[in-house]
């Protein structure tokens, strides 16, 4: 069969995969993520050698268009209102749980056994959150309170928050082992100021523009078009995209007059290309090397798991009752490319930790997607 021929029927499939998964989703009250990745590993397993690792290529472009948009929806949820009445608790959910995570992570790993730079490197990835799979569950449950609110704001701020902590780790990291530790704060201050100077460009150049339309135009293609010149400015200049799309979306939602039909567009996009990030996913997954590092990958699992509930319980200022703050860690659970990205970069300062890192984290990452949205979804329903 033709290759062009092969890969539009087969992207057709994976879009015609939600005629099968949404009412699934709907009787057995599931979240369509955990259904679409576990759809993609079976496609991935039944194909075999015949995709020749072309999902792999796939998801990486599919990924960063989908967390773009993401990031930017993210970013418009964070309007006045919502930070005057949601900053503060956010924030100091954010803090509880990246910290308690890190720490919870790190000591219990090297109890265990690990050399104290792994489990550290460790730590930092178990803090990073999927707002991808979040993002979805909370819109497939159509739920809206101060649970869900909240949720979307720690995502928002999550990835600022484990860039923070994962290059202070590895300047800390370089320190103990005498090598240049510049390198990682520098990196930090440019990814972050520079992600925020970006966004913010952006944002004002889109708001510019929607303030020019009249009720005949539609600028719906050149907001996509500044979308995505933000995320590719972003890989260009080595700042987080996902930063400068949740700033971007968070200068237009408070600065644009007319926004509403604007974002409408928007989430219309963002629908199919969640399918293929989730399909995608799934069917890139390769575990070979697990079964060499299974013990480390159950540590790593169990102690990220119960960091994520402790430390969410011990929050302040969350305003939440015992069944959502009992819930609150679990529902943070979904975790994807943030994490493997860190620990991509993490095994170039420690090429000794790099099979270790890359086995534990590729794998761990597919069971969260896994089981996280399941969270997810048990977190939101049991907060009404």
Same mark, same amino acid.
């Given at each position: 069969? &033709? ?16 005629? =099968? ?26 194909? %075999? ?12 472009? !599919?990924? #960063?268009?989908? =967390? ?12 006045? &209102? ?13 803090? #509880? ?10 000591? %219990? ?31 497939? /449950?159509?739920? &809206? ?18 860039? *923070? ?28 100021? %520079?992600?925020?100077? =970006? ?17 005949? &135009? ?15 400015? @972003? ?74 509930? !402790? ?19 679990? #529902?943070?659970?979904?975790? @994807? ?9 993490? #095994? ?8 270790? =890192?890359?086995?534990? /984290?590729?794998? @761990? /990452?597919?069971?969260?997607?896994? *089981? ?13």
């Amino acid at each position: 069969m &033709d290759k062009q021929a092969g890969w539009l029927m087969l992207i057709g499939g994976f879009f015609l995969i939600t005629l =099968l998964i949404s009412p699934l989703a709907r009787r057995f009250n599931i979240p369509r993520a955990s259904l679409f990745i576990l759809s993609g590993m079976l496609v991935g397993q039944l194909a %075999g050698d015949s995709l020749n690792g072309h999902t792999t290529l796939w998801f990486d472009s !599919i990924s #960063s268009v989908t =967390l773009l948009i993401v990031g930017y929806l993210l970013g418009t949820k964070l309007t006045l &209102d919502y930070l005057q009445q949601y900053a503060r608790s956010v924030t100091l959910i954010t803090l #509880s749980v990246t910290l308690g995570t890190f720490f919870i992570v790190t000591l %219990g790993l090297y109890w265990l056994g690990l050399p104290f730079s792994m489990a550290a490197i460790f730590a930092v990835l178990a803090a990073a959150t999927d707002p991808a799979a979040t993002y979805d569950v909370i819109r497939q /449950t159509g739920i &809206d309170n101060r649970f869900t609110r909240l949720l979307q704001g720690i995502v928002a701020l999550d990835d600022a928050a484990g860039l *923070i902590l994962f290059s202070l780790v590895m300047a800390g990291l370089s320190l103990m082992g005498q090598n240049d530790t510049g390198s990682p704060l520098l990196t930090l201050l440019w990814e972050l100021g %520079g992600a925020v100077t =970006l966004g913010a460009v952006m944002g004002l150049v889109l708001v510019y523009l929607l303030g020019m339309k009249d009720d005949r &135009d539609n600028v719906f293609v050149e907001s996509l078009g500044l979308i995505f010149l933000c995320g590719g400015l @972003a890989f260009y200049l080595h700042v987080s995209f996902l930063m400068s799309a949740m700033v971007m979306g968070m200068v237009v939602v408070n600065r644009a007059r007319e926004s509403q039909e604007h974002l409408h567009d928007i989430e219309f996009v963002e629908q199919p290309l969640l399918v293929l990030f989730f399909i995608l996913a799934g069917a890139s997954a390769t575990l070979d090397q697990v079964w060499l590092v299974v013990d480390i990958l159950l540590a790593y699992v169990l102690l990220r798991i119960a960091s994520r509930v !402790i430390a969410a319980w011990i929050a302040p200022n969350t305003e939440l009752s015992h069944v959502q703050r009992s819930w609150l860690g679990l #529902s943070l659970l979904p975790q @994807a490319g943030v994490a493997l990205g860190m620990a991509l970069l993490a #095994s170039q300062y420690f090429p000794e930790h790099q099979d270790v =890192l890359i086995t534990v /984290t590729v794998a @761990a /990452t597919i069971l969260f997607e896994l *089981i996280g949205p399941l969270f997810t979804y048990q977190g939101i329903k049991r907060s009404q």
